[in-house]
Nanobody, 123 residues
Framework: VQLQASGGGLVTAGGSLRPSCTTS????????MGWFRQAPGNERELVAV?????????YYTDSVEGRFTISRDNAESTVYLQMNSLKPEDTAVYYC????????????????WGQGTLVTVSS
């Protein structure tokens, strides 16, 4: 499975961005897709997770609940992270990841990773 993340950028606080993650290769083996983020000096953390077979099954970390939405475009095999009401503390490199076996919150639960896309939110 190959993942290609894009769609980051610079936005002012309160604005929106929608990073995307294009999947290719053995996508039939994907069980879940997640978005993680890593801010400077911080560990990588889970932001949102989506079940590949049932895209209505999602999970969000508390800090983004109600502001971010993870979704999947079946036709394009692309996963999106709609980010609204962005805050400076959302500034990070955002990574998409694919799991073949579980819906998990740890980096080790994911088997494949995209290259990351930088999101910068100015105050």
């Amino acid at each position: 499975v190959q993942l290609q993340a894009s769609g980051g950028g610079l936005v002012t606080a309160g604005g929106s961005l929608r990073p995307s993650c294009t999947t290719s290769g053995r996508t039939f083996s994907i069980y879940a897709m997640g978005w993680f983020r890593q801010a400077p000096g911080n560990e990588r953390e889970l932001v949102a997770v989506l079940s590949w077979k049932n895209s209505d099954s999602t999970y969000y970390t508390d800090s983004v609940e109600g502001r971010f939405t993870i979704s999947r475009d079946n036709a394009e095999s692309t996963v999106y992270l709609q980010m609204n009401s962005l805050k400076p503390e959302d500034t990070a490199v955002y990574y998409c990841a694919a799991s073949e076996g579980r819906i998990g919150a740890r980096e080790s639960d994911y088997d494949f990773w995209g290259q990351g896309t930088l999101v910068t939110v100015s105050s």
